[in-house]
Structures are given as structure tokens and as C-alpha cells.
């Protein structure tokens, strides 16, 4: 839904789909999609794509350096936002914009507070 929303906003180019991939699974981390139904998703919609592989288990330190590096490389590729699929979770919310203010980044939530 927040894809749809933001391919329907004339402010805003969708360029790449970034997702984490629970690497021991070989599945989306927060949803369990099968990463070969992710990409032939991706492949349909024609929007280049890459993952994220994580460990099973990673700790934070882990994580943040995973994803310190993805956003390094967007903002080296000319990125100027970013957007997210999250609902509800205001820590959430807090913890990627601050995240993402440290590369000057600003983060999209197009389905913020929507009802589910």
C-alpha cells in the first residue's frame, strides 16, 4: 500500500525497493515473504531492487551497520528520501528518522496512522 501511494504522488520517484533478508531463512525479515517471490514481485513491477542480507539472530550493532551502508551508497547515488511501510510504532518512526537525519535523509511514511 505505501508503494502504491507513493507511485500515485507526483512529488515523489520511486528509483529502488529495498528490502532486509533474514539470510538463514531466505526470507523478508519482518513479513516471511520467500526472497525469490520478493524479486519476481520487484521484476514485475520494473523497479530495480536489492536486499539487505542479515543473519538469523543480528544484534543492533549488526544491523545498523547494514543499513549505515545501504544508505551511505543512496546518498552517494544522489537520494534524497526514503519511505517506509510502518503503521503504528512511533519508536520506530523516531529511531529511522533520526537514523536517516545523521546522512541528511529524510524518510516518507505514506500509510502513517491509516486505518488497517
Do not use: C, W
Request: glycine share 4%; hydrophobic share 40%.
Amino acid at each position: 500500500m505505501a508503494l502504491y501511494l507513493l507511485l500515485q504522488d507526483d512529488r515523489f520517484s520511486v528509483e529502488e525497493l529495498i528490502t532486509t533478508i533474514n539470510s538463514h531463512y531466505n526470507r523478508v525479515s519482518m513479513h516471511g515473504l520467500r526472497k525469490e517471490l520478493l524479486l519476481a514481485q520487484t521484476d514485475a513491477l520494473n523497479i530495480p531492487a536489492s536486499v539487505i542480507e542479515l543473519p538469523e539472530m543480528p544484534s543492533m550493532a549488526v544491523y545498523e551497520q547494514k543499513m549505515l551502508e545501504t544508505v551511505s551508497r543512496l546518498k552517494k547515488d544522489g537520494f534524497t528520501h526514503t519511505s517506509f511501510g510502518d503503521i503504528f510504532l512511533d519508536n520506530l518512526r523516531g529511531y529511522r528518522e533520526q537514523q536517516l537525519a545523521k546522512q541528511n535523509l529524510q524518510a516518507i511514511f505514506p500509510i502513517r496512522k491509516q486505518d488497517t
